[in-house]
Every structure is written in C-alpha cells, then in structure tokens.
T-cell receptor, first 111, second 110 residues
Framework: DVKVTQSSRYLVKRTGEKVFLECVQD?????MFWYRQDPGLGLRLIYF???????EKGDIPEGYSVSREKKERFSLILESASTNQTSMYLC??????????FGPGTRLTVT | RKEVEQDPGPFNVPEGATVAFNCTYS??????FFWYRQDCRKEPKLLMS???SGNEDGRFTAQLNRASQYISLLIRDSKLSDSATYLC???????????FGTGTRLKVLA
C-alpha cells in the first residue's frame, strides 16, 4: 500500500512565524503536490514537484515556498504565517499520469 | 466557468437506493478521470479511475462521455457507510496538474 505521511495532524502558530510542513511518501513516486482545502472552495494547488529539486507554482503560491531535496520528501514553507493561511493542508504523491495518493492532512491554525 | 463542476448536494437517499452523480469538465484535452471519496475531516481517497469504456467496481459504476464532457458515478444499493463527499478529478493531457471539483455530498439515511 502507498503511504503518504505528514509531520503533524494539528498545528497552531502565531502570525509572522515561519512554518514548515513535511510530507514523506514511500512509493518512489516522481510527482508530489501540496494543496490547501477550504470549505466551499475545494482543493487548491499551491505547488507541485515532478522531480528532485524541481518545482512549479500551482494556482495559489503566494506566501508559500517548497523544497524537494530528496525524492521521498516534499516540504511546504509558510515564510511568514498569516491568519488567512489557516486551512487544511494536504500533501499528495503520484506516479506519472496516474491517480494521486493523499496524506492525512495537517490542520493549521494561525492566530 | 469552473474547469470542473459538480452539484454540491446534499443528496439524501434511503438505504438501498440507487444514486447517480454527474461531473462536467471544460477542457476537452482532459486525459485522465477519477472519482475520490472524502469523509468528514479526512483526506480524499481514490474510489475509482474512470475509463473510456466505463468501468464497474462492485456497487459502483463510472462512465465517461467525452462528446458531452462529463463523467458520472452510479452507486447501487446504497449503504449508510457510503455517506461522504465524492470528488470528481480531471487531469488534462500535457500537464502535471489535477483539477478537482468541489464535491457532491451524499447522505444515506436509515
């Protein structure tokens, strides 16, 4: 079974803090993704990566950056957390062109 | 117009009923299609991929209509445990991106 893990299920941070969300997959997938999910808006793509050290902006990259130094790990960084970044963050991985597998999500609250 | 559109529901159906959801997509170059299930406060999980010829997995049947640009999901003999949000996902060719609908909520009632 594919396993995608995320470093935290729940996280509370203060405005202005730098926040790191980690994602690890164990199936040697090329592609990894970060989404946020908000009620009524569905899943929105923040960034994705199709290879080590390669990244591309998704639909809402502002205020975020990513790092992929190893194939199995994809990190999302909130440079200076703001209250409008309170959300559910979902990481996913996929082999090329096929279905995505999601991690359990991190519910981030910024106060 | 949204790239992928779904009726948000909720669809309230009794146990044992048959229920169908449609999802329309705007990009005619779309290549891959999926249905995901998402339980409250959990991650989406793949329910089934959708193939051109249609496919069935137990009580679930998925169909693709490229001419009209929609996919459908049929659930037969609904169970209480089928209550969830069903997400339609489309992947256009030539891109790494997956486009998600906002989901259709299903409630199966005892």
């Amino acid at each position: 079974d594919v396993k995608v893990t995320q470093s935290s299920r729940y996280l509370v941070k203060r405005t202005g803090e730098k926040v790191f969300l980690e994602c690890v997959q164990d199936m040697d997938h090329e592609n990894m993704f970060w989404y946020r999910q908000d009620p009524g808006l569905g899943l929105r793509l923040i960034y994705f990566s199709y290879d080590v050290k390669m990244k591309e902006k998704g639909d809402i990259p502002e205020g975020y950056s990513v790092s992929r130094e190893k194939k199995e790990r994809f990190s999302l960084i909130l440079e200076s957390a703001s209250t409008n970044q309170t959300s559910m963050y979902l990481c996913a991985s996929s082999p090329d062109r096929f279905e995505q597998y999601f991690g359990p999500g991190t519910r981030l609250t910024v106060t | 117009r949204k790239e992928v559109e779904q009726d948000p529901g909720p669809f309230n159906v009794p146990e044992g009923a048959t229920v169908a959801f449609n999802c329309t997509y705007s990009n005619s170059a779309s290549q891959s299609f999926f249905w995901y299930r998402q339980d409250c406060r959990k991650e989406p999980k793949l329910l089934m991929s959708v193939y051109s010829s249609g496919n069935e997995d137990g009580r679930f049947t998925a169909q693709l209509n490229r001419a009209s640009q929609y996919i459908s999901l049929l659930i037969r003999d609904s169970k209480l445990s089928d209550s969830a949000t069903y997400l339609c996902v489309v992947k256009p060719s030539g891109t790494y991106k997956y486009i998600f609908g906002t989901g259709t909520r299903l409630k199966v009632l005892a």
